[in-house]
């Protein structure tokens, strides 16, 4: 019975193989690539550029958050009587650790001697209170100073007719002649991508976003690495590649026998950026036009990462709609 069942489990993967290759939707599929990450750079700019606590001893003390906030505070404690002893902003009596915290003002000591008596006792009270506030307010303005910068990734997804030849081409052109490795080059990437899908509204048949918003750029670049990985893995061959600075151009395998003429191209726009970013569900050709309109108006300081990715990519591959839908199971009809 068992050799019946292992025969019978063989035959089926073979079956399954079999139509499945047939399948058009498991067809091979040319893709190109355009874009690059900044993510590292951004992060190096953060530790560099971060708030910064200057301190004078025996006057001062003067914190800033890097946006020209900023106040200061200082005192001078002193206790007369029997001889003259001055604090600054010390943890232990007679310390000479000077950061301009103390409460001006002479407290007398009671009685004579060495010994510690109720004057003394009331001044260190004082100043170990104020250096417990002092020091946790500075604990509480440096873990302020540093939030994670948060991050949106954002991806908007079309698709259009097969007509849009010229789209086709000019999606080439740009990542023939971009520059994948500043974030000026990334800008210029993602508004040159907009512009032409708002030049050819008319071939736009489907749309779809997605938007995640990070709380750093340490998950920010990780979701968009699995973004891009997940958009790419509908690729059978990269025919075109220039993703940072790293180009490669081949022709598609499978392209001989075709009409050269795809029933649709699905073009995807990946982009990260500092901040909260918020795009419509694309619904409707006047979402789309909103949603086109927010990625333009994203400035290039923003701009952490963008990936344009496109199917199909070569002049001899086609692309049916059953085929886009089973693909990209979250286009809407606009």
Do not use: C
């Given at each position: 019975?068992?050799?019946?069942?292992?025969?019978?489990?063989?035959?089926?993967?073979?079956?399954?193989?079999?139509?499945?290759?047939?399948?058009?939707?498991?067809?091979?599929?040319?893709?190109?690539?355009?874009?690059?990450?900044?993510?590292?750079?951004?992060?190096?700019?953060?530790?560099?550029?971060?708030?910064?606590?200057?301190?004078?001893?025996?006057?001062?003390?003067?914190?800033?958050?890097?946006?020209?906030?900023?106040?200061?505070?200082?005192?001078?404690?002193?206790?007369?009587?029997?001889?003259?002893?001055?604090?600054?902003?010390?943890?232990v009596p007679f310390g000479?650790?000077?950061?301009?915290?103390?409460?001006?003002?002479?407290?007398?000591?009671?009685?004579?001697?060495?010994?510690?008596?109720?004057?003394?006792?009331?001044?260190?009270?004082?100043?170990?209170?104020?250096?417990?506030?002092?020091?946790?307010?500075?604990?509480?303005?440096?873990?302020?100073?540093?939030?994670?910068?948060?991050?949106?990734?954002?991806?908007?997804?079309?698709?259009?007719?097969?007509?849009?030849?010229?789209?086709?081409?000019?999606?080439?052109?740009?990542?023939?002649?971009?520059?994948?490795?500043?974030?000026?080059?990334?800008?210029?990437?993602?508004?040159?991508?907009?512009?032409?899908?708002?030049?050819?509204?008319?071939?736009?048949?489907?749309?779809?976003?997605?938007?995640?918003?990070?709380?750093?750029?340490?998950?920010?670049?990780?979701?968009?690495?699995?973004?891009?990985?997940?958009?790419?893995?509908?690729?059978?061959?990269?025919?075109?590649?220039?993703?940072?600075?790293?180009?490669?151009?081949?022709?598609?395998s499978r392209g001989a026998?075709?009409?050269?003429?795809?029933?649709?191209?699905?073009?995807?726009?990946?982009?990260?950026?500092?901040?909260?970013?918020?795009?419509?569900?694309?619904?409707?050709?006047?979402?789309?036009?909103?949603?086109?309109?927010?990625?333009?108006?994203?400035?290039?300081?923003?701009?952490?990462?963008?990936?344009?990715?496109?199917?199909?990519?070569?002049?001899?591959?086609?692309?049916?709609?059953?085929?886009?839908?089973?693909?990209?199971?979250?286009?809407?009809?606009?």
């Amino acid at each position: 019975m068992g050799k019946i069942a292992q025969g019978a489990a063989v035959a089926a993967l073979a079956l399954a193989l079999a139509f499945g290759s047939a399948t058009p939707a498991l067809a091979a599929r040319s893709g190109g690539r355009v874009g690059g990450s900044s993510f590292s750079a951004a992060r190096s700019y953060g530790s560099s550029g971060s708030s910064s606590h200057s301190y004078s001893s025996g006057g001062s003390y003067r914190t800033g958050s890097g946006l020209g906030a900023s106040s200061s505070r200082s005192y001078a404690p002193s206790v007369s009587g029997g001889s003259s002893v001055s604090f600054g902003w010390g943890l232990v009596p007679f310390g000479g650790y000077g950061y301009g915290y103390g409460y001006g003002g002479g407290l007398q000591s009671y009685g004579g001697g060495g010994g510690l008596n109720l004057g003394s006792l009331l001044l260190y009270g004082i100043i170990a209170a104020v250096a417990v506030s002092a020091l946790s307010s500075f604990f509480n303005n440096s873990t302020d100073d540093y939030v994670g910068e948060r991050v949106t990734v954002a991806k908007l997804q079309v698709g259009l007719l097969g007509s849009a030849r010229t789209l086709q081409k000019q999606l080439d052109r740009i990542a023939s002649r971009a520059d994948t490795n500043s974030p000026s080059g990334l800008h210029y990437i993602l508004q040159e991508t907009v512009l032409q899908l708002v030049r050819n509204p008319e071939y736009v048949q489907y749309g779809a976003t997605v938007v995640s918003n990070q709380r750093d750029l340490d998950r920010g670049e990780a979701k968009f690495n699995e973004m891009s990985v997940e958009e790419r893995s509908k690729f059978k061959e990269e025919t075109l590649v220039n993703v940072g600075g790293r180009t490669r151009r081949q022709r598609y395998s499978r392209g001989a026998g075709g009409d050269g003429v795809p029933e649709y191209i699905v073009v995807t726009i990946l982009v990260a950026a500092s901040g909260k970013l918020e795009l419509p569900k694309v619904t409707s050709q006047d979402q789309l036009v909103k949603t086109l309109n927010k990625l333009a108006a994203i400035r290039e300081e923003q701009v952490m990462a963008v990936e344009v990715l496109w199917t199909p990519e070569d002049e001899d591959d086609t692309y049916s709609r059953d085929e886009m839908l089973l693909d990209y199971p979250s286009l809407n009809n606009l």
